[in-house]
Each structure stands twice: as C-alpha cells, then as structure tokens.
C-alpha cells in the first residue's frame, strides 16, 4: 500500500473550517484515501473514503486532487470534541484479505476555543 | 456505521499469566479480523489477521505462540496474550470490516502487566 505525509500537528479555531491534509504522490490506480480520527484512549473511528471523486459525509467532506496525489479532510464547523489524532490512509480495495490498514502518524489537531 | 465490542475494557494481570481479550462484531459478519497494538505517544501497529476458520496471518516481528488468536465464529475473534510480561502492557485495539469492507474498530483494551 502507497504510504501518506501528513503534518504532525495543527491548530484550528473553534468554529472554523478545518482543513487537514495528506500526500500520498505513490498511490496506485486501485487504491482508496481512507480517514480515521482516534480521541484519546479509544479506538479509531471511521470518516470517510474515497477513490478519486470527492466525498461528503455528516461528518466530513474528503477532496482529491485530480492525479489523486493527494486530499484534503475538511471539518466545516470544528468544535473541541474534533479534537483527535487524523489518520490519512491509503488501501487496496477488493476483498477482506487485503483490506488491512497501515497507520502512520498522523496529524494531531487541536481546536482551541 | 457497524459497531464493534471488546472486552474486558482494561484488565490488569501478574507477570507469567495469561489474558483473553474478546473482539465481536455486533451487527455484521465478519470472515476477518485484526489486532493492533499502540503503545503510549505512538501510532498504532498491526499485529495480525484473524481469519474465520483459519489460522491467523501474523504481521513481521509478531510472536504467534505469544500472542494467540482464535477466530471461531464470524462476529467472535480473540487475542490471548500468553505469558505476559511488563513489556506487553499496551493498549489492544481489533478491528472488523463490513460488507463494504470499510474497517470498524473496537474501543480498545488496556492490559497492564504488573
């Protein structure tokens, strides 16, 4: 699977748009941009995906660029429950066995009131 | 979305025992599973992958007679961590797929080896 960057950490305002990007420049044609969120001390939670359209969920809006090389996760209104590490990740689809997910280190954010 | 069960929450054991840890699938079927570990300030890393009616597929590094995994059941997978000690205490976290193979996780299980 084609491996992410993200940036280690950032800050957003209470109420405002955040906006947490991913690179991802080795993705191949089959595999899907997967974001997670993990509060602390719980198991990650589920976003949203995509392959190479953009995505909207109640949660969170999900952008590729056009050679898929990298996305950008979008919480419109943040609020300090957003508050979590973000992991971008990218994954083969098709079939349980190669549906494993590789952490990185993802992006810890921050929304301060 | 799918929701996916642990248990205990948090358990903690002397050095040399053995301790169970459950992962079930509450409202899906799953054919696999997987077990990660996350230590404190890092990133979570996987373990291995339960495989209904098979044996599991252990991740590079992993000790499959240390940490024992059953999946016996479609919605059922467990990881036993045998012989534990101090240095596996951590924070375990499986995870499941649905039929539309997007992963759930489990709300994780803290084992502390005194």
């Known amino acids: 699977d084609a491996k992410t960057t993200q940036p280690p950490s950032m800050d957003c305002a209470e109420g405002r748009a955040a906006n947490l990007p991913c690179n991802h420049s080795t993705i191949s044609g089959n595999e899907y941009v997967y974001w997670y969120r993990q509060i602390h001390s719980q198991g990650p939670q589920y976003i949203i995906h995509?392959?190479?359209n953009n995505e909207t969920n109640e949660m969170a809006s999900l952008i590729i660029t056009e050679d898929r090389k990298s996305s950008t996760l979008i919480l419109p209104h943040a609020t300090l429950r957003d508050t979590a590490v973000y992991y971008c990740i990218v994954r083969v689809g098709g079939g349980n066995q190669g549906g494993k997910l590789i952490f990185g280190q993802g992006t810890e954010l921050s929304v301060k009131p | 979305g799918a929701v996916v069960s642990q248990h205990p929450s948090r358990v903690i054991c002397k050095s040399g025992t053995s301790v169970k840890i459950e992962c079930r699938s509450l409202?899906?079927?799953?054919?696999?599973m997987f077990w990660y570990r996350q230590f404190p300030k890092q990133s979570l890393m996987l373990m291995a992958t339960?495989?209904?009616?098979?044996?599991?597929?252990?991740e590079q590094g992993v000790e499959k007679d240390k940490f024992l995994i059953n999946h016996a059941s479609l919605t059922l997978s467990t990881l036993t961590v045998t012989s534990a000690h101090p240095e596996d205490s951590s924070f375990y976290i499986c995870s499941a797929p649905d039929s539309k193979e997007t992963q759930y996780f489990g709300p994780g299980t803290r084992l502390l080896v005194l």
């Open positions: 995509g392959l190479k």
């Open positions: 339960s495989n209904e009616g098979s044996k599991a597929t252990y």
């Open positions: 409202d899906f079927q799953a054919t696999t």
